[in-house]
Each structure stands twice: as C-alpha cells, then as structure tokens.
C-alpha cells in the first residue's frame, strides 16, 4: 500500500442493495475503524490544506463531522456543523434541496462564520452534489470564503462533483 488513494479506496466497503435494491453504497466505517487508514485518510487533507491559510473547516451531517472535525483540530481550525434542519438551537439560515424522493434542508448558525473567513467544506461523500452546494450557499449566504468542497468518495457517474464545480466551487475527492 505505498498510494494513500488506493489504501483508502480498497478499505472502504461497497454494501449491494442497500439502502434500496439497486443501489451499491460506499460505507466509510472499516476507514475509521482501521487506525492506520483512518491517519492516511486524514493526513492525506492536512497536507492538502496545511499551507491554505483556512480559517474554519465546515463539515456536513453526519459522516462530514467525522473527519472535519479530526481536519480542523489537526490543522489548529475550529470546526462548524452543517446540520441538517431542526437541529441546531440558535439562529440559523436554511437551504432546501431536492433528492431523488422528496426534499431535504441543511441548516448552519448564522454566527458561526464571519464574512471573508476561508472555509473548507467537508462531506464523506459527493452523489448527486445537492447537499454539498445547498451547504456551499449557505456559507455564501454568511459571506464566507469557500475555498474547496473536499470529500472522501466521488461518486463520478451521478455528476455530482461536475455539478458541484459548475457552481464555481473547487472540488477534492480523495477516491472514487
Ligand atoms: C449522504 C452523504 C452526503 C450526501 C451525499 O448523507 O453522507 O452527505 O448523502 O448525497 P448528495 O451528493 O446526493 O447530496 P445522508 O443524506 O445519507 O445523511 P447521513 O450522513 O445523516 O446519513
Ligand atoms: N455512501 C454514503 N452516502 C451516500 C451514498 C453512499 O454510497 N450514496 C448517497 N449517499
């Protein structure tokens, strides 16, 4: 195992048909089980964003808290959540988005970043990409500095990091 990329690659597990017949999902958790893949995982950002000069990392609910917030303690940042709604207990904007069945919404405290701050978003995985740009306005909508949509797993055929960087937003899968 000498490329990080592929010791992640071949650590995480395809699970068929769940949570719907059809459907292959990518479970993270033997990464963050197996303490050797979980530092390559993680070391393989902090020498990413070591020299970027970021202020805060924004990690997306759930999986997203998991490795943004090990990022931002490794990087000296403080970490904010993007919850989704009714979540979180002080003042928040919102962001509707669609998924294949119905709709959802994220949500973010309006203090929890101050305009220009350089931000880096953090998710486990980009599919459809809604839930990283629905996350990516509202940190826009608070004045922030996005600096990249980072995520462990691009899933390349659903378009989402395509989608993600036609916002105009740069994108960083550790694998697909
Ligand atoms: C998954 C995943 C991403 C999102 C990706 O989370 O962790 O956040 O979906 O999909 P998209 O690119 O099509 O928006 P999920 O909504 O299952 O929530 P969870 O982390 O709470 O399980
Ligand atoms: N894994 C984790 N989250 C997801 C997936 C997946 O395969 N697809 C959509 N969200």
Redesign the pocket.
């Known amino acids: 195992h000498t490329d990080p990329a592929d010791y992640i690659r071949q650590t995480i597990r395809?699970?068929p048909n769940w949570p719907n017949p059809g459907?292959?999902?990518?479970?993270?958790t033997p990464v963050l089980q197996d303490p050797q893949a979980f530092r390559v995982l993680i070391d393989l950002f902090v020498y990413r964003y070591m020299q970027q000069r970021l202020d805060l990392v924004a990690g997306i609910d759930a999986?997203g808290f998991i490795v943004g917030s090990v990022l931002a303690y490794e990087l000296n940042l403080g970490f904010i959540p993007v919850r989704k709604k009714g979540k979180l207990p002080f003042k928040t904007v919102a962001e509707d988005y669609s998924l294949e069945y119905g709709n959802a919404s994220v949500e973010i405290h309006t203090d929890s970043v101050r305009p220009g701050q350089r931000v880096l978003l953090i998710d486990?995985?980009i599919?459809?990409g809604g839930t990283m740009v629905a996350a990516s306005r509202l940190l826009q909508r608070l004045g922030a500095n996005t600096v990249e949509a980072a995520a462990i797993?691009d899933?390349p055929d659903?378009g989402g990091s395509q989608a993600v960087r036609d916002t105009g937003l740069s994108v960083f899968t550790a694998c697909t």
């Open positions: 395809s699970v459907v292959t999902f990518r479970d993270i999986r486990d995985l599919a459809t797993i899933l659903l």
